[in-house]
């Protein structure tokens, strides 16, 4: 049998080969069942992206455009001020994140803190993976902080079941776990029982849920504290975090909110 | 596609292929608030005539300017210090072998958009480009500045790993 196409089995469902490349392919096709899976699989993948629907902009967007002439870009990065570089990465950062958890979980629970096991057991439905840091993954590489109100440090990221990283602190008793989510809170998304709080003097929800509390800001920032906390561990979590932010991103669009708020079954 | 007799102004482009431009946008960047950036960025290059008009395709032009535009910003984000994603891990792009009704999975938009989002940028762009614009392999190598065997390949690679996360 001659070398499996690869890469070539898109270009020939693309009809995108010469004659003699295209018999080549098929009498491969003919004799190999892994290509002919291959080939499924990326015919599968190609009708997904074919099959998706134009996107509408939001009402009156051209509009406006037109109307005052287009806007030099103002990509998130160039609104976060240089104080808070981490967050900069957040996005990137989250999905090279879920990559390196897809591909090197942690096997070895031993190399897991003791102080968290519990904490990651009780929350195994949402929380099912955890790869501990390592010197070669500083906070720079993943953007997240190495540590928050002075006593929680970073122990590691915890994959969700719905593939979001969240990034694991604890001071050795309580475990915090949050992640990031760029943009602005989408606050008509928020379950009914969201209780308006103050973080540093700017409006934040926070919901209480079997599996703990969440806080949502307006600046996108999502913190996720799942173990039982008290109105002041949440605060002072919540506003350290806060800190590292800055004005200029708060109006940021976002579409936050709701995937949290399905992982954690608290969909108003 | 639309084939223009003369060059387009910014004001053509925004009123009359609005939708087609936010949608490309869309797909390759995965945030409203992103694409509406992009979209500013492409009628700012098309209205300060950085975007030489080639006559042809309309669409094509477009899909150019807002791929480079896109790319752009990607490789400026990259400029700084982080770790970044130069290609589909194995693990993600390992054949995958599933029953045909597997394949015809249903899943939601926001579902298919997250997992196009999840591929780095460079095969993000090809898949969009052709499966979303409906380039052919020549015209994307030519937008993207890369072989054919390149778009290939990140074609390829990016439609298994989309249907594998899609399992």
Not at chain 1, 145 to 151: M, Q, R, V, W
Not at chain 1, 223 to 244: G, W
Not at chain 2, 55 to 79: H, Q
Request: with cysteine; glycine share 6%; proline share 6%.
């Amino acid at each position: 049998m001659t070398d499996h196409p690869g890469d070539v089995l898109s270009a020939y469902l693309d009809a995108e080969l010469g004659a003699l490349e295209r018999e080549a392919v098929e009498a491969h096709l003919a004799a190999c069942i892994t290509c002919q899976r291959e080939l499924a699989t990326a015919d599968a993948g190609r009708g997904i992206a074919r099959g998706l629907a134009d996107v509408a902009p939001p009402d009156g967007f051209f509009a406006q455009i037109v109307a005052h002439g287009p806007r030099p870009k103002r990509m998130l990065d160039d609104l976060r001020p240089r104080r808070i570089g981490w967050l900069n990465v957040a996005a990137a950062a989250a999905a090279w994140i879920l990559v390196i958890a897809v591909g090197r979980l942690e096997s070895d629970t031993s190399a897991i803190p003791a102080t968290i096991r519990p904490f990651l057991a009780a929350h195994a439905s949402i929380l099912p993976t955890f790869r501990s840091t390592s010197p070669a993954q500083t906070p720079v590489d993943t953007g997240m902080p190495s540590a928050l109100s002075g006593s929680f440090t970073l122990l590691g990221y915890a994959v969700s079941s719905q593939g979001v990283p969240h990034a694991v602190y604890s001071d050795g008793v309580r475990t915090v776990s949050m992640f990031t989510e760029r943009g602005r809170l989408d606050v008509s998304s928020l379950p009914l029982e969201a209780r308006p709080i103050q973080v540093n003097a700017r409006p934040a929800w926070r919901v209480t849920s079997a599996d703990g509390d969440v806080v949502f800001m307006q600046n996108g920032y999502v913190v996720v504290i799942l173990v039982a906390a008290d109105d002041t561990m949440v605060e002072d979590v919540a506003s350290e975090s806060m800190t590292l932010f800055d004005d200029t991103i708060i109006d940021r669009a976002e579409r936050a909110g709701r995937a949290l708020l399905e992982t954690f079954g608290l969909r108003g | 596609m639309t084939e223009p007799d003369s060059i387009p102004t910014w004001e053509d482009v925004a009123q009359l292929h609005g939708r087609f431009l936010y949608s490309v946008a869309y797909r390759l960047t995965g945030h409203h608030d992103d694409a509406q950036d992009l979209v500013q960025e492409v009628l700012l290059r098309v209205q300060r005539g950085l975007a030489t008009f080639e006559p042809g395709s309309l669409e094509g032009w477009l899909s150019r300017i807002t791929t480079n535009a896109f790319l752009d910003e990607v490789r400026r984000r990259r400029r700084r210090p982080l770790t970044t994603v130069a290609d589909l891990p194995d693990a993600l792009v390992g054949i995958a072998v599933e029953p045909a009704d597997e394949l015809a999975k249903v899943h939601l938009p926001e579902e298919i958009q997250a997992a196009i989002s999840s591929l780095p940028p460079e095969f993000r762009a090809a898949i969009v480009l052709s499966d979303v614009v409906g380039l052919d392999y020549a015209e994307i190598a030519e937008q993207l500045g890369v072989p054919i065997g390149t778009v290939r390949s990140r074609l390829h690679r990016g439609r298994l790993a989309l249907r594998r996360k899609l399992a």
